[in-house]
């Protein structure tokens, strides 16, 4: 298993702004979709967000759609989750995961088990 790196969480003000960055090394992010997932405290682990290899498809679920945007760029390596208008019950460790996909799949991959490799989480607090 490849250990992803993430970095950006951090301690805000309900309907304030995050940015997390998820690095891969570039064999591994060349060729997979990348996801984000978020676990609150007595939660199970959650999908956030999915953007697939060439970076034309997202996903997101319905509490994302609208506040949170996923994007990749291949030149860093590097996905990213930008989080607008952030809430309390945002509140969670982000996890970025990598999937390897053929560059014509588009499909949804929702599951956790659906992604080989994972980062170690970044914490995200919201206070009200």
């Known amino acids: 298993q490849v250990q992803l790196l993430e970095s950006g969480g951090g301690l805000v003000q309900a309907g304030a702004s995050l940015r997390l960055a998820c690095k891969a090394p570039?064999?591994?992010?060349?060729?997979?979709?990348m996801g984000w997932f978020r676990e609150a405290p007595g939660k199970e682990r959650e999908f956030v967000a999915q953007i697939g290899r060439s970076g034309g498809t997202t996903y997101y679920a319905d509490f994302a759609k609208g506040r949170f945007s996923i994007s990749r760029d291949k030149d860093k390596n590097t996905a990213y989750l930008q989080m607008n208008h952030l809430r309390p019950e945002d509140t969670a460790i982000y996890y970025c995961?990598?999937?390897?996909?053929?560059?014509?799949?588009?499909?949804?991959?929702?599951?956790?088990?659906?992604?080989?490799?994972w980062g170690q989480g970044t914490q995200v607090t919201v206070s009200s």
């Open positions: 570039s064999r591994i992010f060349s060729r997979a979709a």
């Open positions: 995961a990598s999937r390897s996909t053929i560059l014509t799949d588009n499909r949804h991959f929702s599951g956790a088990s659906d992604y080989e490799n």
